[in-house]
């Protein structure tokens, strides 16, 4: 899905310059990113993947540990939400094995999805949580079908416009 420009000058008949554009549309375009107060994670064995990259809204960056690991959104307080937005690197060549969990408190954990991602995109995944409201959102993680390594580019709680 592209548009095509042809484009001709009249002072060089006969030249033509074709440009080929691709139109890009982001899942989370009709949502609004519920922006945390803080990210921390269970391990942070590479120093340049930081729990902060997660939410800077760069897919070139990422927060990364190997095996069961957890990453977690703080909103600050508790907030209502609709999905939760997830992109992983390499996220169209891999499988990421993990579960989504909530909590009001920090303590008690409810678990909001459980299974994979899609393996088909290096863009944001949406899970849907209707009418879900937490102050913690985790990302426990255990790898993908490649590796045990989680690489979770961007982490978001989205709200509808």
Known sequence: DGVRFEISDPSEPGQVRIYNVQLHVSPIRDYQKLVPASVKASAVPEPENVPENVADGNLDTRWAAQETQWIELDLGEAQSF????????????????????????GKSYQPVYEGHSSGGSNDYELYACPGTTARYIRYEGSGSDVSTWNSVTEFWALKSN
């Open 82 to 105: 609709d999905k939760i937005a997830l992109a992983w690197m390499n996220g169209n060549e891999r499988h990421y094995k993990f579960k989504l969990l909530v909590s009001v408190d």
